[in-house]
């Protein structure tokens, strides 16, 4: 079994309500964003690329099979899981932010301040937090706590806390486009191993060789259109 | 109707008492009555409402066409020049109003109005031969379109688009404004107290002005109001801030679900309670389901459902008046009574819709087209039910009277039309009346047209303060303009820079964007002064009032307008 996902270029509508579900249910602060959507060939969002066609680009962790961050964790709280699943390790992490560098994905993230300061900074009442409220531990490893300590890393988990009670991780489940399907891709016959193949599923950055879980289908939105105006 | 030629024979306009109230049907029939002599009694004894007074220009050059069963020509029965003869021997020229827009059009080559528009003549034909090609056609106009002075103009003329290629009344065909036309407003009758007490609603603008239609004649003291920040949000924001300040608004009191900058100015804030925190129905422009909101968890902080804010208020003022908010109930049981109350004599559009059925999910609301279906105009056309259909939350008397004949109006016969020369739909040259009128040099100094557009971000300036959605947005407000213009002024992608007017001004960071149109500078609606170093966008703009637009008086609907696009800048660069 290798968890991996899916996300249809040719669905993504650019609304980023994956990076909003995803911010709220793992209680992301604020500057901190797990998933960002960009918008290839153009610096701003609603501005049309000057070449090429507009498309829409969800990036996260990639929950690479051969995973660059790993390699350089130097105290193992980096790891992955037996189904290819990247988590960090909130105990053992102690801030030295090599997995920062080595990811060619720029997803990971650091609390350089303590998480409850920030959010009062960003005008939130004093002590309010928001995300799924307890911790949880996979293997007796804290891998997600609804308030992070402070000079820790964080990035998506795969929201394995959901995916433990049998659901589809938030981003999944808060697209309105349908854009993002989850399974096991040593599975042929599963919905992201065909969608895949049929579809001609590709990785963001193969030639890094970190081979991503994370498979996108190319957008052919537009290709057909004949505008000629 | 021809109607400009009645219009000079006021002598016409005098009918017998049983003709109708409608004054070009009223003329038709006085000429049906007395003045045409030629008239086929075919056309007195047809029976098919709204072509009757069609049939009355028609003299028996065109007695062909009296025959109801030949209406399927339709030009035959619109298109035509007619010498009508009346009884005191004297003769007037007639035309259909198709006619005279047929003339009217002459003015319009397809290369003046690409010169016009700076639409490639190629496209605005593509556009057209689609539009009397495809069918259907359904046109949606929001407010970009109509939020200029001579709005107005712009929605009658898209009208003309889908009439004249027979594009109402089908299923999937029409016109629709993308701008409050919910599908369903409650009949709130069974639940309002006094018992016939009416209210006098003011256009917002003559609050502000202080005068004007309906304005109660000791002034307006107290302000109370929710879920609209105009303090910060209206362009003429300041003067209400004056009232504030002055004394002249004597108590200001605000409910909403966040702390507003209208809340910051009022002398009483009530903290509503969210849409998830406690029941509603709701419905929308863009579908036609009735929905039951439910409250996911309970009210956060101090905040309260508005039926419970209204109803402790209600105790204060009189005792007896709790009785109307059911007082013995929880504020969630008080509002599902007040739901199921609403449904049960809400109107044809919920009738048979109860709470349980709401309770398992959206239901679909009634309309009188076949299945259901919302088809704009569909009563009008196949049940000749006159014009104009209900437009909520407006009562259909309010708004029939802007449509007198009953009939889609393409020609409007009234002094201030004529006199503007608007009777047809017209090109009036942007802000000629307006900022040229203010300010003979604003052509010079002000460069730029300065359009509002709605945030990806936001749902207008609800959200503003919304700590994540900022985020997304770089905690940044930003200007988006075309490449030419920017380097014309020395203006570079991301650079900080001054908007600005002899009005007012304010600061965002610039971006490049290659779909603006050159001269156009577009700025993202919404953002609250507070995140513009308290420089409003809106203090650059104008509440322009078009004298037309006084002629349609409903709130909130149909009323003196904001004419928010209509609106010239220029911009430079600025330090940070």
């Known amino acids: ?229 | 109707m021809p109607s400009r030629a009645f219009h000079d024979e006021p002598d016409l306009w005098e009918g017998p008492p049983e003709i109708s109230p409608y004054p070009d049907r009223r003329a038709g029939k006085r000429l049906l009555a007395r003045d045409v002599k030629t008239l086929s009694k075919e056309a007195e004894n047809q029976k098919i409402p709204g072509y009757r007074d069609l049939f009355v220009i028609i003299t028996d050059k065109g007695s062909a066409i009296l025959n109801p069963e030949s209406l399927e020509p339709t030009h035959a029965i619109l298109d035509g020049e007619f010498t009508v003869d009346l009884k005191g021997g004297n003769s007037v020229e007639a035309q259909t109003v198709f006619t005279e827009l047929k003339k009217s059009l002459k003015d319009y080559s397809l290369e003046r109005v690409a010169s016009v528009t700076d639409v490639p003549a190629r496209q605005i034909e593509r556009i057209a031969v689609e539009a009397a090609t495809t069918a259907p056609l359904h046109i949606i106009f929001g407010a970009s379109n109509y939020q200029w002075y001579h709005g107005d103009l712009k929605g009658r003329a898209l009208a003309l688009l889908v009439v004249l290629t027979g594009n109402i009344g089908k299923s999937g065909a029409g016109i629709s404004t993308y701008a409050g036309q919910y599908k369903i407003r409650f009949n709130l009758k069974e639940w309002w107290s006094p018992k016939g007490g009416k209210l006098n609603w003011v256009p917002y603008l003559y609050f502000l002005n202080g005068k004007g239609s309906r304005y109660p004649k000791n002034g307006i003291k107290a302000m109370v109001g929710g879920w609209g920040n105009p303090f910060d949000q209206h362009n003429m924001a300041n003067r209400l801030k004056n009232m504030a300040l002055s004394g002249e608004l004597e108590f200001i009191l605000t409910t909403d679900i966040q702390m507003t900058t209208s809340c910051q100015w009022s002398d009483v804030v009530l903290p509503a309670s969210t849409w998830y925190e406690k029941y509603d129905i709701t419905a929308t422009p863009a579908h036609p389901y009735l929905q039951l909101q439910q409250p996911a968890i309970k009210p956060m902080f101090e905040s309260r459902s508005e039926l419970w804010m209204v109803r402790e208020l209600a105790k204060r003022i009189d005792p007896d008046f709790e009785k109307h908010f059911y007082p013995e109930l929880d504020e969630n049981d008080a509002a599902l009574r007040v739901i199921e109350t609403v449904l049960a004599t809400g109107g044809p559009e919920s009738e048979g819709i109860t709470l349980e059925m709401l309770k398992k999910g959206p239901v679909r609301l009634h309309s009188t087209a076949p299945g259901d279906r919302q088809i704009p105009f569909y009563e009008q056309i196949h049940k000749r039910v006159p014009f104009p259909p209900v437009s909520y939350p407006a009562a259909l008397d309010a708004t029939a009277k802007f449509v007198k004949s009953g009939r889609i109006e393409f020609y409007k016969d009234e002094d201030l039309f004529l006199e503007l020369g608007e009777q047809l739909p017209v090109h009036k040259e942007t802000f000629l009346e307006t900022e040229y009128k203010l300010d003979p040099d604003a052509k010079e100094k002000y460069r730029l047209r300065f359009v509002t557009r709605n945030s990806l971000y936001r749902v207008h300036s609800t959200h503003s303060n919304n700590v994540w959605l900022n985020e997304l947005q770089g905690d940044m407000p930003k200007v988006f303009l075309n490449g030419d213009d920017a380097r014309e002024r020395g203006i570079g992608h991301g650079d900080y820079v001054e908007i600005y007017n002899g009005r007012g001004k304010t600061k965002s960071y610039a971006v490049i964007d290659p779909g603006a149109r050159k001269g156009t500078l577009v700025f993202e609606q919404g953002w609250w002064a507070r995140y513009l170093n308290n420089e409003s966008y809106n203090s650059l703009t104008m509440p322009w009032i078009k004298p037309t637009h006084e002629v349609y008086f409903v709130p909130g609907i149909w009323s003196p307008n904001t004419c928010w696009n209509e609106c010239l800048v220029d911009v430079r660069r600025a330090e940070l």
């Open chain 1, 1 to 229: 079994m290798r968890r991996g996902w899916v996300i249809d270029l040719e669905k993504c509508i650019g609304c980023r309500s994956c990076m909003v579900a995803c911010k709220q249910h793992n209680g992301q602060p604020p500057g901190t964003w797990w998933n960002r959507v960009f918008t290839p060939g153009s610096r701003e969002n609603q501005v049309a690329p000057e070449k090429g066609k507009e498309y829409f680009l969800p990036v996260t962790c990639q929950h690479c099979a051969n995973p660059p961050c790993v390699k350089v964790c130097p105290v193992d709280a980096t790891y992955s899981t037996e189904d290819g699943t990247v988590l960090i390790d909130f105990e053992r992490c102690i801030g030295c932010r090599y997995c920062i560098s080595a990811c060619p994905y720029g997803v990971r993230q650091f609390n350089w301040e303590e998480p409850k300061k920030t959010l009062y900074k960003a005008g939130y009442v004093e002590n309010y937090t928001y995300g799924y409220p307890k911790d949880f531990r996979k293997d007796g490893r804290l891998v997600y706590m609804p308030v992070r300590f402070k000079g820790i890393t964080e990035k998506c988990h795969f929201c394995v806390h959901y995916y433990e009670e049998g659901l589809e991780p938030a981003c999944v489940r808060g697209c309105p486009g349908g854009a993002r399907f989850t399974g096991d891709l040593d599975d042929p016959e599963s919905v992201v191993s065909k969608l895949i193949r049929d579809r001609d599923g590709f990785n963001l950055l193969p030639e890094k060789g970190t081979k991503p879980s994370c498979y996108y289908l190319p957008p052919r939105r537009k290709e057909n259109l004949s505008y000629d105006f």
